[in-house]
């Protein structure tokens, strides 16, 4: 993003470099808890030289008293655990038992920790040199920097890495990892102030961490949130609860499947942030063919887009608005009867503004991407009174290149496209369409495009071919030509399938 990185990158090169021939999924646990362990050791130190100097408030501390850090919600930290008696050890062949013992030392004294930091550096395949000089590599993030700078920096540098550890990990990077352009526009689109904040597939938590970054450069408050998740990988989860803890931010994250198993059953939440993962055709649907979530209908087996759509909408408190990432498919899709629950929803007033995303955004898959905003309410006075509209942004020419391979979202970009949302809704915002880019449509506009949300259909910009042939028509002519051709079952005819349904065709 904006702020400049040469710090991280420096670090995130020289770890990477001790990474050597260790599974990038493997080691991003080692160095994360590492950080982890560094910045809670920073925010003791910080905290026990006040206590020990004793002066003003401190008078008459204890330092070693683990009460006098749970009254500032800082971790206590024992002797054996603490950074310096560590890296004072980096050299020792017993390095790895040490640190698990500090591990669970800390677990033990900190009940909110419990099971969440990793207890395998003894493991006799983790070269014990390399650990050292990881261990001395951490310790210079944040050296002869004062308590708030130096903590700051390793949040910072923890979510560097996070990015950086989905990239080397490629597709499956994405099940803990949403791009933070994308999560950051999200959050300024929703402007979550205050309320109950709620996220079904939580990932290592980068929607609460913004919301949080949100509420602080907006000089609000971040006890006036209330936060909850789920997420249903107990490592992924294990990530998301050192990362908050980093920041302090209390977080009712709990693990399970979301849909077969909502650890926040009566929830109703003001703002909903997730990035489910795309098109995921092992969700147990067979098994919830009944659920109470399914108002608008019942989702198909094979497919989970409308069964998350529908999770957030029973999710959301009566005036709630949700922002949801999902493949570009979920806009188009007609199969197992996807387009008569669109169709309801669109009907029931529940979507509030589409916004088609640039390709190479992610680093986990291809397949474009779009966001949904559904509003419970759109006439509760909140905003100006929008139920017969529904704002179509095009933002697939935004964004730029940051490496080979991906694209991020700058903050103009994000600002243009939150600025052009806020406009419309508010009352008193000055907005007006504009060819190419926005559209505020009436839902009779979209029953006459069947129920489409592209925004694509709305903006003007559908890219004619040199032919003058729209490109919608040359791909309806293309899959219905491949459908006359293909036999059933065919492995290759599998494949295209597949792919053509990613991006929203189906033949």
């Known amino acids: 993003m904006a702020e400049n990185n040469e710090l991280e990158k420096t670090l995130w090169a020289a770890a990477d470099k001790l990474r050597s021939n260790m599974d990038a999924a493997e080691y991003k646990h080692i160095v994360l808890g590492l950080i982890f362990l560094k910045y809670i050791s920073d925010a ?103 308590g708030h700078k130096a903590k700051d920096l390793l949040g910072r540098v923890y979510e560097y890495f996070l990015g950086q550890f989905a990239d080397a990990e490629g597709k499956k990077g994405g099940q803990f990892w949403t791009p933070v352009s994308i999560v950051k526009l999200l959050v300024e689109m929703l402007e979550p102030y205050n309320g109950r904040v709620y996220d079904g597939c939580s990932g290592s938590g980068g929607m609460f961490v913004q919301s949080e970054k949100f509420v602080e450069e907006h000089q609000g408050n971040i006890k006036d949130l209330s936060i909850y998740g789920q997420e249903s990988n107990p490592t992924t989860l294990r990530l998301a ?19 077969l198993n909502d650890r926040h059953k009566g929830l109703k939440a003001d703002f909903i942030l997730a990035n489910p993962p795309f098109n995921i055709s092992d969700w147990s649907g067979d098994k919830l063919r009944d659920d109470v979530r399914w108002k608008y209908g019942v989702p ?165 071919s040199d032919d003058g042939i729209p490109f919608e028509e040359k791909m309806s002519a293309l899959t219905a030509k491949l459908a006359s051709q293909f036999t059933k079952g065919n492995e290759l005819e599998k494949t295209i399938r597949e792919n053509l349904k990613g991006i929203g065709y189906e033949f």
């Open 300 to 464: 198909p087996i094979g497919n989970a887009n409308y069964a998350w759509l529908q999770h957030f909408i029973h999710k959301l408190s009566p005036s709630g608005t949700a922002g949801i990432v999902l493949a570009n498919g979920s806009m188009n899709s007609n199969s197992g009867g996807e387009g008569d629950i669109r169709k309801n929803m669109i009907e029931a007033g529940l979507i509030d503004c589409m916004v088609a995303l640039p390709a190479q955004l992610f680093y986990n898959t291809m397949i474009p991407a779009c966001l949904w905003f559904l509003a419970r309410n759109k006439s509760n006075g909140k905003f100006r009174n929008r139920s017969n509209e529904i704002l179509f942004i095009d933002a697939r020419k935004l964004g730029t290149m940051v490496n080979r391979r991906n694209k991020e979202l700058s903050d103009d970009d994000i600002k243009l496209i939150a600025q052009t949302y806020h406009n419309w809704r508010g009352k008193d915002g000055v907005y007006e369409d504009k060819s190419g880019f926005c559209k505020s449509a009436t839902i009779e506009e979209v029953r006459n495009n069947n129920f489409v949300l592209m925004p694509g259909r709305y903006v003007g910009t559908e890219e004619e």
């Open 44 to 146: 003791f130190n910080d905290l026990y030289n006040k206590l020990k100097a004793g002066k003003g408030e401190f008078d008459g501390a204890d330092p070693e008293d683990a009460d006098e850090y749970r009254a500032y919600n800082i971790f206590f930290v024992p002797e054996k655990a603490r950074w310096q008696y560590l890296q004072d050890r980096a050299k020792k062949p017993e390095i790895g038992k040490l640190i698990d013992e500090a591990m669970d030392a800390i677990e033990k004294i900190n009940a909110s920790l419990k099971g969440v930091l990793p207890k395998f550096y003894a493991d006799p395949e983790l070269n014990k040199q390399r650990l050292g000089e990881l261990i001395d590599l951490i310790g210079t993030i944040g050296f002869n920097q004062d």
């Open 241 to 259: 609860k050192m990362n908050l803890a980093i920041r302090g931010i209390d977080a009712r994250i709990e693990l399970g499947d979301t849909f």
